[in-house]
Structures are given as structure tokens and as C-alpha cells.
């Protein structure tokens, strides 16, 4: 019997699928699948609707299980995220409506995992790097460097700091580059501890099946 997160992840590539839509999963749960020690009780994914409503979208996801965890439709259009709940898993998600820029790049640059039998596109571990310094909380840092040891040599390193440092020009941040360099640090020498990150202003193992 499948997990209760490989059961959310199939009726989200169902739905998907069924709506022509690309899709791609992030996160703590894409976090796990490169190496991070995680608990986490919810999924992210991001989803790039094209030419079709968020109203179809919302119709499709209801005929796979899932309901609206928010009635104000102000909230997504501000937001640019639908959250919703699983009904048969009991595990909410948040979908991320994809804008144009960056969100474009990680959708190219996604793999394709199976889980269970179930086809699975997840966020290239490097642009999980990239959205894991942007978020920039403690726990998202710690995910930043046990994904850095975890691949030491399947990485790109050099595609992390360039994803790095187009971020940090297109937001005019100047924050990421720091982080970045103190989680390769914390790398370096595990043993000195986690010094603390630059101020800011504002089931089994998967395998991957194929390169989108």
C-alpha cells in the first residue's frame, strides 16, 4: 500500500496529466529526496497553468480528492498559491501558480523521480539549493548544507551560484551569496557548528527516472 504522500503525489500527476499542465514538486519533500533530514506533514509543488484558469484548475483538482483550505479568492490572486487539502490522504498542499522568470528555468530544469511506481517531476537539487537560500530560515539553511554533503559530487556548484547570484540582481538582494558560501563552509568543517546566517531584510529511496 502506497504512502500517504506517494497517494497525494499520484492524484496531483493524475490531475496534472489530465490538464496537459507542467508541474513540478519542491520543498522539504524534494529536500528528502537529495539528502535532507526531514519531517514535514505538507507538500509544495508548483504549477504552470498557461492559457487555462485557475477555476478549471480548482474543478480538476476536486475531482481528484482536493479541497480549497482557503474561501477568499483574493488570497490566490495575491498570492499566486492555491492551498488545498487531500481528502483520501489527509495531507494538505500548497500549489504554487508559476509566474514567468525563474519559476520558467526550474520547470525546465526538473527530474523526473519514481515513486511507487508513480512518474514524479521534482525541482533540480541544485535549484533546490537556490530556493532553499532564498527562503533563508534556519531550517531551510540546515537543508541547504545536508544537501551540499549529500552530493558532494553530483552537483553543479557552478549553476548554484550563478542561479545565486541572478536572483540576488533580479530581487536586488545581495544576502544569497553570503548564505550560500557559509553552508559550503558548514560543509568544509562539520564540526564547528552552524554559525549564524547573514542577516536578512525583509517511502523506500526514489530513483530517478529521466531528465525532463
Known amino acids: 500500500m502506497p504512502s500517504p504522500f506517494v497517494e497525494i503525489l499520484a492524484a496531483l500527476a493524475q490531475t496534472f496529466e489530465e490538464a496537459g499542465l507542467r508541474w513540478y514538486l519542491f520543498g522539504a519533500q524534494a529536500a528528502i529526496l537529495y539528502g535532507a533530514a526531514r519531517l514535514t506533514a505538507d507538500v509544495d509543488v508548483t504549477v504552470q497553468l498557461g492559457d487555462r484558469s485557475v477555476n478549471a484548475l480548482v474543478d480538476a ?11 477568499d479568492p483574493d488570497f490566490i490572486a495575491q498570492t499566486r498559491v492555491l492551498p488545498v487539502a487531500h481528502s483520501p490522504s489527509g ?55 545536508a544537501i551540499l554533503a549529500a552530493n558532494p559530487g553530483d552537483l553543479d556548484r557552478a549553476l548554484i551560484r550563478s542561479t545565486t547570484e541572478m536572483l540576488e540582481e533580479a530581487l536586488g538582494q545581495s544576502d544569497l551569496t553570503p ?10 568543517h562539520p564540526g564547528e557548528g552552524s554559525a549564524a546566517p547573514p542577516s ?13
Open 61 to 71: 483538482l476536486g475531482r481528484h480528492g482536493f479541497l480549497l483550505r482557503v474561501d
Open 91 to 145: 495531507i494538505p498542499a500548497d500549489i504554487v501558480l508559476a509566474g514567468p522568470g525563474m519559476e520558467e528555468v526550474f520547470l525546465a530544469r526538473a527530474k523526473v523521480f519514481e515513486m511507487d511506481g508513480v512518474a514524479v517531476p521534482v525541482a533540480c537539487a541544485e535549484d533546490i539549493v537556490v530556493m532553499k537560500l532564498l527562503s533563508g530560515r534556519p531550517k531551510d539553511l540546515d537543508d541547504v548544507v
Open 179 to 188: 548564505m550560500l558560501e557559509s553552508a559550503l563552509a558548514r560543509v568544509r
Open 200 to 212: 536578512r531584510n525583509a517511502p523506500s529511496k526514489p530513483k530517478r527516472k529521466r531528465t525532463r
